[in-house]
């Protein structure tokens, strides 16, 4: 009798030996078939040391060719082996289902041939950030965009939240790919936050952590000075508030009378 | 388990190591000199070197737009 495949997609984490949940471990350990997507050789190496047999999807990526055709090409391969009627993992660094592509459309399309698949979240560098840069995205809010996408679409960036910007080291990248972008499409980032916030606003250049013998990147730098700053394809860039919460005097008005009619009526 | 991957992994998760108990447990390992500097540094890169890790690594896993 065959077997019926299954995936599971789980997160690593950022930090090697820090951040492996009980169930992703479990996962890891007792699938048949491991494939591996991480940030950093040595946490590769050590996913290596807990599955020798573990497949990296690294040689899926090939600059000069769309992500988007190595990202399906990702989502194939870890599908063919759950058609086969294997357990399969595939382990992403951070958590699986942010800023992640090929994780969400594996499981989507496995769902969609009627084969069993789920996610184990993992911790993410957005938690990372709030840990390391002392951040409660709750206290004013925090707006989180793909460099890129914010310099491609119509976004309204409220100034007096946190603002976070991922994947900057290749922002206005066009064809998908490449790796990494340079002044130039960084000076056009600049001149569209320069819009909503003053050049000498501070910004922190952001990376965490992915060895627990190295420490976080936190480089505050000013938004001018973003166009010749050293950007990663890892590196966050983190905006603190530029102004005040305005307060909204209609709804407020509107709710002190409703809470006076809700008095009258009791 | 590689000893340099297990150290890490094992103080990973529990890294509440002052310096000298650091350089105590990195002198106790059963590993080369070269290891010993590189965690002694906390120099990610040369252990790389050291366990022949991959030169470089992508790790988008992101499209900004899958149109």
């Known amino acids: 009798m065959s077997q019926q495949g299954s995936l599971a997609c789980v997160g690593l984490g950022m930090m090697l030996g820090a951040h492996l949940s009980p169930r992703s471990r479990s996962h890891i350990e007792q699938a048949d078939v491991v494939f591996v997507l991480v940030s950093d050789p040595l946490v590769e190496l050590w996913v290596q040391e807990m599955r020798p ?17 190595s990202y399906n090409a990702m989502v194939e391969a870890m599908l063919v082996e759950v058609r086969a009627g294997h357990r399969v993992c595939g382990v992403f660094y951070g958590h699986p289902g942010v800023f992640a592509l090929v994780p969400h459309k594996a499981i989507q399309r496995a769902h969609e041939e009627g084969l069993a698949a789920h996610m184990e979240p993992g911790i993410s560098a957005e938690d990372c950030l709030y840990a390391d840069l002392g951040i409660d995205p709750g206290k004013y809010g925090c707006q989180h ?3 890129s996408q914010l310099m491609f679409y119509q976004r309204r960036i409220d100034p007096s ?6 994947q900057v080291g290749m922002a206005g990248d066009r064809s998908l790919a490449r790796f990494s972008t340079g002044p130039a499409y960084r000076r056009l980032l600049v001149e569209l936050l320069g819009r909503d916030y003053p050049l000498d606003h501070p910004v922190v250049a952001y990376e965490a952590a992915t060895l627990p013998i190295t ?4 480089d505050e730098l000013r938004l001018s000075g973003l166009v010749e700053a050293d950007l990663r394809l890892q590196t966050t860039l983190v905006f603190p508030p530029a102004r005040p919460m305005q307060r909204n005097d209609e709804m407020l008005d509107r709710l002190a ?3 006076r009619l809700t008095r009258t009526a009791a | 388990m590689s000893n340099i991957i297990r150290f890490l992994e094992s103080i990973g998760s529990a890294p509440a190591l002052s310096p000298s108990q650091y350089a105590e447990a990195i002198a106790a390992l059963d590993i080369g000199p070269a290891g010993k500097r590189a965690l002694l540094d906390h120099d990610g890169a040369a252990l790389n070197r050291l366990l022949e890790g991959r030169d470089e690594l992508r790790c988008a896993v992101f499209a900004e737009d899958e149109d």
């Not at chain 1, 420490?215 to 936190?218: E, F, K, V």
Request: aromatic residues 16%; proline residues 6%; glycine residues 4%.
């Open chain 1, 257 to 259: 009378e409703l809470d």
């Open chain 1, 145 to 147: 965009y793909e460099a």
């Open chain 1, 215 to 218: 420490a976080p990147r936190m």
């Open chain 1, 53 to 69: 047999d573990m497949r990296s999807l690294q040689p899926f990526y090939c600059e000069g060719t769309s992500r988007l055709t």
């Open chain 1, 161 to 166: 939240a946190y603002l976070v910007l991922w």
